[in-house]
């Protein structure tokens, strides 16, 4: 089975026989962000490098959009929609609510947090978990907020 960036590689080639230039641009943008962190990191490209390289960059874009809808722009919106729509393709499934919630209770259990001065505690220990690439830690951070005294 190809890795998530070896099908956006692919993905990049289709685009570019078909002629979709808006595709194309988008895909190759999004390689050219995965093989700076690549560099940067001085890492091999992976799996798990693609998709965080892939998350923040549709981070941006939706941060991005909160500012176009201040201005009135939703010519950029709708932009910034169609490329989110297309990046999300690479990104694995995340965990649901309930599940993200289960799994949070369950680390506080073991770290054993009591307070919210704890929260980094518990957030560190999510990132250790087997299921860290797909947790979403913003929506994370909000329940441990509420489930710590």
């Known amino acids: 089975m190809p890795s998530i960036y070896e099908t956006l590689r692919a993905n990049i080639i289709v685009a570019m026989k078909a002629r979709d230039t808006a595709t194309a641009t988008i895909l190759r943008t999004?390689?050219?962000?995965?093989?700076?962190s690549a560099m940067d990191q001085n890492k091999p490209i992976d799996d798990a490098l693609t998709t965080t390289a892939i998350r923040k960059a549709v981070k941006?874009?939706?941060d991005a959009?909160?500012?176009?809808e201040k201005g009135a722009r939703a010519d950029l919106v709708a932009a910034n929609l169609v490329e989110i729509a297309i990046l999300?393709?690479?990104?694995?499934a995340g965990l649901d609510a309930a599940k993200l919630e289960a799994l949070i209770v369950?680390?506080?259990?073991a770290t054993g947090a009591a307070s919210k001065k704890e929260m980094g505690k518990v957030i560190a220990a999510l990132k250790q978990r087997p299921e860290a690439g797909i947790i979403d830690f913003g929506a994370a951070s909000k329940i441990v907020?509420?489930?710590l005294p």
């Open 60 to 62: 941006n874009l939706t």
């Open 88 to 92: 999300e393709k690479y990104l694995p």
């Open 145 to 147: 907020q509420s489930k």
């Open 30 to 36: 999004a390689d050219a962000a995965i093989q700076r």
């Open 106 to 109: 369950e680390v506080i259990a």
């Open 65 to 68: 959009n909160v500012e176009f």
